[in-house]
């Protein structure tokens, strides 16, 4: 039996891990999870699955929620109470599906403590990708892609040479607005960009595929996990959401991974690799779909992903100061402070304004993490 604990437990990525958990209880054991707001939901999931220690956001909450919670069950809260539950249980795996760059202490934590990862939490990645991956090798531990698109790539690369890579090519949906121009962006409602055509998401990671920023951060997630570099990744429009990515190899062969949109299924994979076990979702059948289609990137149309490739390729601090601004940038859209042009615009001026140095360690992340943060506050 799999130990888990899951960081983010309340959210779409953390509900769907406890829906495979439930799906197959012989084989995976809940041993922790954490919550920010939402104790009512984390209460019921501590009923339901009984784990050993829960986190949530403050002491008030943890204080009201312990007498509710099952005879035994430890309360802890805030920043270490979400490093508690990454170290400090004998999970086997810890899933990290927090919300934005805070998953990184706890997910460092976990790589510390020797857990296995399956990551969600692109932007622990982005913000700190050569710290997060140095770190994993040091104590040998696997970080497991559950991003759709990193997912998809891993599978393609089961038993391939490295050395053998070509390109890999990320798909994008297109988000919410992919059927409308540049112009017909101006005013759009917080409601259309919350409603993306494929995949049930968390609003923050919705509005990023609207904006094309999640292809972004995405991009520099490919590059840690697969040891790439910018030039060998590509994006390709790809409404349907069919095929998850793909990757053309140094005889011009293409492997492709293809299903439903459903991150059930990529969850299930980083729970169980290497094996594959059954999940709750639908079968794809393609001859009742019948056409998939692609067109090229258009980076005029989307300059938050060619701000992220420039982000990359400059390295140091510009992508986590990319990623930070975004997240604010998001949030005051998501608030209804800003429109959803000003997303691009407070990226674009915090990214101009920055001047890229090394970043060797928590601190100095956490310094150049809070400047962009400031300043995409007051943009
Ligand atoms: N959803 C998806 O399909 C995919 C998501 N991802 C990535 O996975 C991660 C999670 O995304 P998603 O599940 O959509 O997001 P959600 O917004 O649905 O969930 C976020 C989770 O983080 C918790 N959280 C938020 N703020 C805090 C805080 N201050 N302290 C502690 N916990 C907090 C939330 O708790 P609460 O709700 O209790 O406040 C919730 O459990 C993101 O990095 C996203 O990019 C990647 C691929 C696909
Ligand atoms: C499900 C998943 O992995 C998301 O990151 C998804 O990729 C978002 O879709 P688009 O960014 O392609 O619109
Ligand atoms: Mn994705």
């Not at 409602?189 to 292809?215: C, F, Q, R, Y």
């Not at 258009?298 to 390729?313: I, K, M, Q, S, T």
Request: hydrophobic share 40%; aromatic share 6%.
């Amino acid at each position: 039996m799999k130990k888990i604990s899951i960081l983010g437990s309340t959210g779409s990525i953390g509900t769907q891990t406890l829906d495979i958990v439930a799906h197959d209880p012989e084989r995976y054991k809940v041993v922790g999870l954490t919550a920010g707001a939402n104790v009512e939901l984390v209460i019921e999931q501590a009923k339901q699955f009984k784990p050993a220690i829960v986190s949530v956001a403050s002491k008030t909450d943890a204080d009201a929620i312990r007498p509710q919670l099952p005879a035994g069950t430890r309360v802890v809260y805030g920043e270490e109470g979400l490093i508690e539950v990454a170290a400090g249980t004998d999970a086997d795996t810890v899933v990290t599906a927090i919300v934005g760059s805070r998953g990184l202490p706890a997910t460092l934590a976990a790589i510390n403590a020797g857990k296995t990862i399956g990551l969600a939490n692109k932007e622990t990645l982005v913000t700190a990708g050569h710290i997060v991956m140095e770190r994993a090798k040091q104590r040998n531990v696997s970080i497991l892609p559950i991003d759709s698109e990193h997912s998809a790539i891993f599978q393609c690369l089961n038993g391939e040479n490295r050395q053998s890579i070509k390109q890999i090519t990320l798909t994008a949906s297109g988000g919410s607005f992919r059927d409308r121009s540049r112009e017909q962006l101006e005013g759009v409602t917080v409601a259309e960009a919350l409603n993306h055509p494929n995949w049930a998401m968390g609003a923050k990671i919705t509005i990023d595929s609207a904006t094309m920023v999640n292809k972004g951060l995405e991009v520099i997630e490919a590059r840690w996990l697969f040891d790439v570099t910018y030039d060998q990744i590509d994006v390709i429009i790809h409404p349907e959401s069919i095929i998850h990515s793909y990757v053309e190899f140094s005889d011009n062969s293409i492997i492709a991974q293809l299903g439903l949109p459903d991150m059930r299924v990529p969850i299930q994979y980083a729970l169980s690799y290497p094996e594959r076990n059954a999940t709750p979702t639908n079968r794809l059948n393609l001859a009742e779909i019948g056409k998939l289609h692609f067109r090229e990137m258009d980076f005029d149309r989307y300059p938050c992903l060619r701000l992220a490739f420039e982000c990359g390729r400059q390295g140091q601090s510009a992508p986590a100061v990319f990623n930070a601004a975004n997240e604010v940038a998001v949030a005051r859209f998501l608030k209804g402070e800003i429109t959803f042009l000003d997303i691009e615009r407070i990226l674009e001026t915090v990214v101009s304004r920055h001047q890229a140095s090394d970043l060797n360690d928590l601190q100095m992340i956490a310094e150049v993490d809070a400047w962009a943060r400031r300043l995409a506050e007051s943009v």
